[in-house]
């Protein structure tokens, strides 16, 4: 599961992929199992968020996962095929089960602590409201 935020429609679109990828079992580049691909070159996977979008000299690989991200896709899906239930540790190298619904290989605990809230839990809808658009605003029904 991901959760983003809608604010404008390339952005949308942008973040939505990121977050596939975290999904599909892809660091972020140049973290973990993605070391090897530098985040500076600004693939999907780059940690760091950016209000430019293509059409920059120093963003044209925005729109593209680097090698570090296709070869993670790789494994994450060889993995599901070969063996849907069970999934090798990286780290201990022992077989564990694991369950798409809870979490995939990447796993952040602190994006878990956030979505274990029920929506609305952290903040109240119009706190939300005066977050996004300003003091003041609140749900229009």
């Known amino acids: 599961m991901s959760v983003i935020e809608k604010s404008g429609y390339v952005r949308l679109v942008y973040t939505a992929t ?11 580049d140049g973290q973990g199992a993605a070391r090897a691909c530098k985040a500076e070159d600004g693939f ?6 950016t209000e430019e979008f293509p059409g920059k000299p120093y963003c044209k690989n925005a729109w593209l996962f680097s090698r570090c991200s296709v070869n993670s ?14 999934v090798r540790d990286k780290v201990s190298d022992k077989v564990r089960r694991t369950c798409v619904r809870k979490h ?3 796993y952040d605990p602190e994006y878990h602590e956030h979505v274990k809230s029920e929506p609305g ?9 005066e977050l996004i658009v300003g003091r003041g605003s609140d749900l229009c029904e």
């Open 18 to 28: 990121h977050e596939l990828g975290h999904s599909l079992g892809a660091s972020h």
């Open 73 to 86: 896709f790789k494994v994450t899906l060889r993995t599901k095929i070969k063996s849907p239930d069970k």
């Open 121 to 129: 839990e952290v903040f109240k809808v119009r706190e939300q409201c």
């Open 44 to 49: 999907i996977m780059t940690p760091e968020v």
């Open 104 to 106: 995939g290989l990447y």
